[in-house]
């Protein structure tokens, strides 16, 4: 029997290698994210983190070679997307080992969440409690394309831009969670805020669709 290449293992650490040289950037890991929301555009990636289409193009070329994400073409538009729902599972691991590891995480999120200190969240379990007894509407604040590609059930879509222009038809005896595209999302904690100083009794979901899904499979926090 020929025993292995000497090099196997070389050549297989380069392969692993690759991923990660293409996780090497933040505005990468950024579109990473954003993709886990639904396929967009590179116009929308673009609009979405505030990069020029160039850049947006660059990097996503770096994550095709790495295959992380795919690409179908609709009319003159190229529609991009994760290539496994698996990528989605590694940035949620990656979100908490970051957590998890670096103390300067924690410290940014407090940042970002201090001008809402006075926000009250609510967890998985909670909402799906409350949500089975028809006591909390869910509002899902994230662009409508995004709710059309996945949403919690029983979320109902009202952009975070279009949420102020609706204030008054949501129901004043009702309690209302809101939610956008996880921990690192700020909308539904303007949603909440904004929910605040209507008047409604308002809680923030800070997990997104994603976190949600894994939860009913049954995968619970990592």
């Not at 295959?67 to 997307?81: D, Q, S």
């Not at 940035?91 to 009250?120: F, N, P, V, W």
């Not at 939610?179 to 923030?204: E, I, N, Q, W």
Request: proline residues 5%; charged residues 25%; contains cysteine.
């Amino acid at each position: 029997m020929v025993p292995p290449d000497s090099t196997w293992k070389d050549r297989l650490y380069e392969q692993f290698a690759r991923i990660g040289k293409s996780l090497s950037s933040p505005k990468r890991l950024e579109l990473l994210d954003v993709l886990a929301q639904g396929p967009k555009s590179v116009d929308a990636l673009a609009r979405g983190t505030g990069m020029s289409l160039a850049n947006v193009s660059q990097h996503l070329q770096t994550l095709l070679e790495a295959r992380l994400v795919r690409f179908t073409k609709k009319g003159t538009y190229a529609i991009y997307e994760l290539a496994d729902p698996s990528v989605a599972e590694f940035m949620l691991c990656l979100h908490r080992l970051g957590e998890k590891q670096l103390a300067d995480i924690q410290t940014i999120k407090s940042e970002l969440l201090r001008h809402y200190a006075d926000m009250e969240p609510i967890s998985l379990e909670a909402l799906k409690a409350r949500m089975e007894k028809g006591d909390v509407l869910l509002l899902d604040v994230r662009p409508r394309e995004e709710y059309e590609a996945g949403h919690i059930p029983g979320a109902v879509s009202v952009p975070i831009e279009e949420l102020k222009r609706h204030l008054s038809s949501l129901p004043a005896d009702k309690e209302i969670v809101a939610y956008c595209r996880g921990p690192y999302c700020l909308m539904s904690a303007m949603a909440v805020d904004m929910l605040h100083k209507a008047g409604h009794a308002a809680f923030r979901l800070e997990e997104g669709v994603y976190e949600w899904r894994r939860f009913e499979a049954g995968g619970g926090n990592i």
